[in-house]
């Protein structure tokens, strides 16, 4: 199983904007194909303007959706 850690940081003031349209655009979309995050999360302390999430990828699930040209390109 792999941990897929993505944190992004966004332009100061516009995180609530981020954090709105990631959840009705993107989140549906990466729950369809990676189910649920273990980790959704914004800081209390440090950098206001980040938040990170977390995804449990298992390592077939990630070969089964390779193709031909990504296998060429190793």
């Known amino acids: 199983m792999?941990?897929?850690?993505?944190t992004y940081t966004c332009k100061p003031g516009t995180i609530n904007t981020h954090l709105n349209l990631?959840?009705?655009?993107?989140?549906?979309?990466?729950?369809?194909?990676?189910?649920?995050?273990?980790?959704?999360a914004t800081t209390e302390t440090g950098n206001p303007n980040e938040y990170t999430h977390i995804w449990a990828v298992s390592y077939t699930h990630l070969r089964a959706h390779e193709t031909e040209a990504d296998l060429v390109c190793r």
């Open 22 to 40: 990631y959840k009705e655009k993107g989140k549906p979309v990466q729950s369809k194909h990676l189910g649920q995050p273990l980790l959704f």
């Open 2 to 6: 792999l941990l897929d850690v993505r």
